[in-house]
């Protein structure tokens, strides 16, 4: 190896040079891919329920929990016309309605976002303006 490279001379200023060049270069790269961490980090969230008449029994529990777990479901809620009437009739949810029989939907209304670890993120950005 030595013999192959001791025709291209010894490690001079020229080298020198370009190494840190090369290496002032890919800084800034490196940065900018390592900012997708934190840009686009995808905070907990669940559906959005706007104001509507509802008893606090029902807002507590119109989004499912997901597999039984105590974590909302981020993708769905229950059918907002059908809990508006159980909860206009007065029926408590548990108790005089099985939530497991009623019909889910797909968050219609956009979704709310935690903000305890991200602020904001290109995730919670973008999904604000999907119904534009």
């Known amino acids: 190896m030595m013999r192959g490279t001791a025709s ?20 800034p790269n490196g940065t900018g891919i390592l900012s997708i961490i934190f840009f686009a980090g995808i905070p907990n969230h669940h559906c959005m329920i706007p104001e509507v008449n509802l008893t606090e029994d029902w807002r507590n529990v119109i989004i499912p929990v997901v597999n039984g777990k105590q974590m909302l479901s981020s993708c769905s809620r229950y059918r907002l016309d059908v809990v508006r009437n159980l909860s206009d009739w007065g029926l408590v949810p548990g108790r005089d309605v099985n939530l497991t029989d009623l019909e889910q939907e797909i968050c219609l209304d956009g979704w709310n976002y935690s903000k305890d670890i991200y602020h904001s993120t290109i995730v919670s950005e973008v999904c604000v303006y999907v119904f534009l």
């Open 8 to 27: 291209l001379g010894h490690w001079g200023r020229f080298q020198q040079i370009v190494f840190f060049l090369l290496c002032a270069c890919a800084i």
